[in-house]
């Protein structure tokens, strides 16, 4: 089962050529966003927009409500809900929800995850994806219209401790509108190394139609908080955070520096039962 991952990471690098993009990323994921943008090789439900794959090994139901404020600008804040819950045997469902815009312009995403354990070591997740952008009429060129997308991704632990992650987003070039925009189509790959449980590295590489980003990634458990911090090229920033677990409750932040422009806040609160 070793060479398996690789046989399919080679493949969805085949696959993720470069390609003009429609749509916002709406993506939220506060963890992986404060990890400098590493959420292929995380777990949870809110990495399963980054990897399809991430709720396979989840054993209890959690949901999560959650925001993004790019460059602290309310008018392009991305809102979500993310939940996941056991569905029968090795395998786990989920389904994430967002929206970003206003009454002119806005964006909605629903993605419903399958994932499940292929073998102790090695899960697999297929990922559907409806996107709709909703303009008000007499401002666009295309007009109000609604697509579909096929996510999908792997992880496999790779010894005790180190995990080896791929993850690709609209392999199949779905497009949007009369216009045939492409939505957007991106690989992941990364690796992550955990010496200690919750203490988390991580280095990952990603590429779409800006070219190749890495991302750097560490988190370190301090009690009921963990620290969170990162920083990805392309452009180059900056980031960290906080999650803290209260009487089952999880509470998470996350900030994002930008050469140029204002700080990116994420928030968002976790209820596992």
């Known amino acids: 089962m070793r060479i398996k991952p690789a046989v399919f990471l080679f493949a969805l690098l085949i696959l993720a050529g470069q390609s003009q993009a429609a749509f916002e990323e709406l993506e939220i994921g506060v963890a992986s966003q404060a990890m400098g943008g590493t959420g292929v090789v995380l777990f949870g439900a809110e990495m399963a927009l980054f990897n399809p794959a991430a709720i396979a090994g989840a054993d209890a ?11 602290s600008n309310m008018d ?17 469902a989920g389904v994430n ?6 009454d002119l312009y806005n964006e909605q995403m629903i993605a419903m995850t399958l994932a499940g354990m292929l073998t102790d070591d090695m899960s697999l997740g297929l990922q559907p994806v409806i996107y709709r952008a909703s303009i008000a ?8 219209a609604t697509t579909m997308a096929v996510n999908m991704g792997f992880q496999v632990r790779m010894y ?8 690709v987003r ?12 492409y939505l957007r189509r991106r690989i992941d790959v990364g690796l992550r190394y955990e010496p200690a449980t919750g203490m988390i590295s991580a280095l990952t590489f990603s590429r779409d139609f800006c070219g190749m980003r890495i991302h750097v990634g560490q988190s370190l458990p301090l009690g ?13 920033s900056i980031s960290g955070g906080l999650n803290a677990y209260i009487r089952g409750i999880g ?22 039962f």
């Not at 139901?61 to 460059?71: D, E, K, N, Q």
């Not at 392009?76 to 786990?92: E, V």
């Not at 009429?137 to 109000?144: A, I, T």
Request: glycine content about 14%; hydrophobic content about 35%.
């Open 160 to 167: 005790s401790r180190w995990l080896l992650a791929a993850s």
């Open 76 to 92: 392009l804040g991305t809102y979500g809900i993310d939940g996941a819950f056991h569905l029968s045997g090795r395998w786990n």
């Open 224 to 236: 009921p908080v963990t620290i969170l911090a990162g920083v990805q090229s392309n452009p180059v």
């Open 97 to 102: 929800l967002r929206y970003f815009g206003g």
């Open 61 to 71: 139901g959690t949901v999560t409500i959650s925001g993004r404020l790019p460059f």
């Open 251 to 272: 509470f998470k932040y996350a900030v994002i520096n930008h050469p140029q422009l204002d700080l990116t806040h994420q928030f968002g609160v976790t209820y596992d």
């Open 137 to 144: 009429d007499g401002v666009s060129e295309y007009g109000s």
């Open 170 to 181: 609209n392999p199949f070039q779905a497009r949007l509108g009369d216009t045939s925009e």
